[in-house]
């Protein structure tokens, strides 16, 4: 069991929208900066959001962050086929001194 | 800018132990942390540990503790992930990562370590 919880799994049509969320707790959330990552098979992750709502240089603006409280979320506008992937979200958990992942969201564009 | 390259493929037998070096170019390790994640056949994501270069300090996710050891080489701006008593569960990809809080921003290429007697 993950520390942080996403859905397993999401899908929708290319051109829509989508929300990830993940959802975590005062120690690790509620503290600290959430990062999230794409990850396409055979591939290395790749850093998406840095910092709660950063983006790195690259990173196209249809993806974007954001936190309140315990919960952050990832979303994705103007689906691309491409977009299909796992994403996760990860940070820092000051109860484990330990960094945690999200289970992952695989994203389906149907 | 800095690149993380990672050490070969390995297979191991149960009960052995498998040491995964990662090794920084284009720029020393700064004040990063270097962190240890891993990936198991059908598996998300999963921290193992860190350690920041410059202090020698590690973190380590408790499911490892007491069977992983982070070390770093200034000199030669490497670091190393030791992992001991292997099962079978522990065949991953096991990827080196730099970060300064914990956004994982270059990552190594990825070494499978497959464990089967």
Same mark, same amino acid.
């Given at each position: 069991q993950s520390v942080l919880t996403q859905p397993p799994s999401m899908s929708a049509a290319p051109g829509q929208m989508v929300t990830i969320s993940c959802f975590g707790s005062d120690s690790n959330i509620g503290s600290n900066y959430v990062s999230w990552y794409q990850h396409l098979p055979g591939t290395v992750p790749k850093l998406l959001?840095? $910092? $709660?709502?950063g983006r790195p240089s #690259?990173?196209? /603006? +249809?993806f974007s962050g954001s936190k309140s409280g315990t919960s952050a979320t990832l979303d994705i506008t #103007? *689906?691309?086929? /491409? $977009?299909e992937a796992d994403y996760y979200c990860a940070t820092w958990d000051n109860s484990l001194s330990a960094g945690v992942f999200g289970g992952g969201t695989r994203l389906t564009v149907l | 800018q800095l690149q993380l390259v990672q050490s070969g493929a390995e297979v191991k037998k149960p009960g052995s132990s498998v040491k995964v070096s990662c090794k920084a170019s284009? $720029?020393?390790? #700064? &004040?990063y942390s270097i962190n240890w994640v891993r990936q198991a056949p059908g598996q998300g994501l999963e921290w193992m540990g860190n350690i920041i270069p410059v202090f020698g300090t590690t973190n380590y996710a408790r499911r490892f503790q007491g069977r992983v050891t982070i070390t770093a080489d200034e000199s030669t701006v490497t670091a190393y992930m030791d992992l001991s /008593?292997? +099962? &079978? /569960? @522990?065949t991953a990809v096991y990827y080196c990562a730099k970060s300064i809080?914990?956004? *994982? @921003?270059v990552w190594g290429q990825g070494t499978t370590v497959i464990v089967s007697s």
């Open positions: 959001i840095y $910092d $709660d709502n #690259g990173i196209p /603006g +249809r #103007g *689906l691309q086929t /491409g $977009d | 284009g $720029d020393s390790f #700064g &004040s /008593g292997l +099962r &079978s /569960g @522990d809080t914990m956004a *994982l @921003d």
